[in-house]
T-cell receptor, first 115, second 113 residues
């Protein structure tokens, strides 16, 4: 079975500071990993994904994530936070050995960026 | 805008009733997924269809059913509604291959009174 954990319910950061939103996963094989963002009263927007290759993945809006196989982590990062980055962030995992494209999502982390 | 559309945006109904949620996937996408988002359960995968066929099932109640039509749009039917069914229901679509990205619609907010 596949699972993903986001250990922080909320992350607070000041504008201009670097931010990190944590994610760890559990799958039987090599994972497919995703980050999505949800703004209030909106659907989830795709940010980035890791399938294979370079462990550092760059995505939309200046976000990036680093895949660490030994620590089974896929933390989301941004060098300089913006107030407009304040939103709910979801990490998701898929086990490609499952044969189907279902994603398992974490519970989400609320990011609050203060001016 | 993801290209996935969902109707209606909001739905208010009473316990015991039945409702139908509709989803149109992005042009060219063959897979449709349904998710339920609630405060206590988070984002839960319900069911997936691929080109008209059921592909995977998640935490979908027996009172809920879905189908995907030949034009690839999908409907999620919720019956014998309970207060606890109040949630945001999202549809997502993808091309259908390995490792593909799912693109989400804006959701339908269901309130059961």
């Amino acid at each position: 079975a596949q699972s993903v954990a986001q250990p922080e319910d909320q992350v607070n950061v000041a504008e201009g500071n670097p931010l990190t939103v944590k994610c760890t996963y559990s799958v039987s094989g090599n994972p497919y990993l995703f980050w999505y963002v949800q703004y209030p009263n909106r659907g989830l927007q795709f940010l980035l994904k890791y399938i294979t290759g370079d462990n550092l993945v760059k995505g939309s809006y200046g976000f990036e994530a680093e895949f660490n196989k030994s620590q089974t982590s896929f933390h989301l990062k941004k060098p300089s936070a913006l107030v407009s980055d304040s939103a709910l962030y979801f990490c998701a995992v898929r086990d490609p050995n499952s044969g189907y494209s279902t994603l398992t999502f974490g519970k989400g982390t609320m990011l609050l960026v203060s001016p | 805008d993801s290209g996935v559309t969902q109707t209606p945006k909001h739905l208010i109904t009473a316990t015991g009733q039945r409702v139908t949620l509709r989803c149109s996937p992005r042009s060219g996408d063959l897979s449709v997924y349904w998710y339920q988002q609630s405060l206590d359960q988070g984002l839960q995968f319900l069911i997936q269809y691929y080109n008209g066929e059921e592909r995977a099932k998640g935490n979908i109640l027996e009172r809920f059913s879905a189908q995907q039509f030949p034009d690839l749009h999908s409907e999620l039917n919720l019956s014998s509604l309970e207060l606890g069914d109040s949630a945001l229901y999202f549809c997502a679509s993808s091309v259908g291959g390995q490792g593909e990205t799912q693109y989400f619609g804006p959701g339908t907010r269901l309130l059961v009174l």
